[in-house]
């Protein structure tokens, strides 16, 4: 299913659900609202309405995306963020993208939806195969319904279609490709003069009161959250039945009745060259194409291969190599080049086709008529469903069971075994631990915080494709150390600032030494745009610094850095000369540097036709309405 395309193309930004990214192939075919009418409506988009509902949900998944990465974040802190904002213009954006693709007749069929969803990893099961009922509750659990979850998707898969479209396009210079690879692999010679930190440490002396002054104003630093070790059993509908148990026959009953859902469509194998041709081209550059493309099947006529040919002229984002397509179903690609590719025999060429995206011309290799897959193929998938139907039809009488036996506080491994399962344990864990550990949302690792130690939680918990049943074996209170208790790493602390001062101090007055003359003992080295010096962390402050200052002078300052054998410390250095990219890292590195310019230029190609589509639209705002839903 066109592998090339979906492994080597580049997106910047159309991301789904649970991190899925959907690459499809190249050729698919500010004011304010005044009138509170439309109250319900947070902006709109050339007469095309936002709801609140939809603005409501961005913007709450986005703030829990948020918090679950900075579990300590502040009310405060995500207001500096512009959270509301920013997901609002994306909504306008998916909005003018959505409206763009219907106008150029772009749409995303049934087939290409449900081969989205079942390639999503999260929607599997433990045997890797895909399962209706997981998707069912994850959609639901994200978006409210398996309605809403389908739409979100159909508009992602759109403006992956639009995106694929604007960039393909882009290509690559050599010259430019090379410029940049030098400008990246450009290096400074320096000499330069370390001064580590623990050459201060016996003059470091610490008083009592400084050490009890530190702890009074970093108390927050040494906070321990609260934490509990949590008893619990695990609980699916793939655990209470597992697949292997499913018999033969009713297996072969169930394809059987189901037939319909294992056929496959037509497809064919193709590959293509391209001449690209913009959709208004004039009538010159039209015949230019034309001539092109006339050149390009006498190469074909005088025995050049396909491949060869295809390979020879194809820009980087037409196709794989040898024009390659992989293979194609109905709805996948624009009407004309459909059209061509399904009329042709295996091994047969195309007339000159026109696209929206040039001129084609397709070389068919094999075709797959409409079928039904064979029982042997599917046999696994139907297993692992009936498997996950019968242990649904159990699963509400385990939990009941098992949380009865919970809140009774029966011993949980007896109660798991009555069902197949087992019971076990975490370690001693704070709730964003938890939720990390066992899949659960923030709410969910709540309730089992609140417990307290010895008790049940007295429902079943979400996790993931699993339920749970949990009881907190033990509970510890947040609570702050006494000075005792973290003394030790306060004087480390204090000793590691005061010692660093000194380097610092010491070696800005060699830098001064060195400025008026005097001779130092200086080490040589070069240093990357990235950072790296040998031997040292790598610092982009100290090398922004190093690329900016003039040759043969001393860098105004010294800098903190970490030596790989002295530990942290001060240096000073003199920026002595240039030293160009090595010319036979560049014979490795072209094709990468290639990619990484067309990337760019794609990247910075769909951002223009987003502004431009922005900059032609009408767009109202409501403002009051935005307010009240982020506050």
Known sequence: MLDFIRSNAQSMGVKLIFGL????????????????????VVAVVNGDGISASTFHRAYQQQVEAIQRSNPGITREQLAQQNIGDRVLNALIMQKLLEQEAARMGISVSAQEMRQAVE??????NSDGVFDAEIFRRMAENSYGSVAAFEQKLREDLLAGKMEALVRAGIWSNSDESRAFFQYLRQKRSISYAFVPASRFAAEVKLTDKEIADYYASHKQDFAVPAKVVAEYIK????????????????VEAEYTKNA????????VKAAHILVPLAEKATAEEVKKAEESMAAIRKELADGKTFAQVADAHNGPNAAGPG???GWIQRGQTVQPFEEAVFALEPGKLSETVRTPFGLHLILVSEKKAAGTRPLSEV????????????????????????VEDNILKKPLAESAARFGLSAEKTALLSAPELEKA???SAENAALIMGAGSGNPVDTALEAGENYLVVRVDKSEAAHTPELTAVRGEIEKRLKDEKMLSSALSAAAEELKQAQDGKELKLGTASVERDGVLSGFAASTEFSQAVFAAPLKKWLPRAFRLESEKEGPGALICRVDGVQEADPAEWETMQESFDGLLRNRRGEELFLLFLGGLQRKAEIRQNPELIRQIVN
């Open 235 to 250: 609980v699916s509908p793939l655990l209470l039945v597992k697949p292997e148990s499913v018999s033969a026959a009713d």
């Open 21 to 40: 990214i959907i690459l499809v192939f190249v050729f698919w075919g500010v004011g304010s609202i005044t009138d509170t009418s439309g109250g319900s």
């Open 438 to 440: 066992l899949g659960l």
């Open 119 to 124: 390639e999503v990893d999260v929607f599997k």
């Open 260 to 267: 319909s859902r294992y056929e496959t469509p037509e497809m």
């Open 379 to 402: 046999e696994g998938e139907i297993r692992a469903e009936l498997a996950r139907q019968r242990g649904v039809e159990k699963l509400n009488d385990a939990l009941d069971g098992l």
């Open 323 to 325: 024009g390659e397509l």
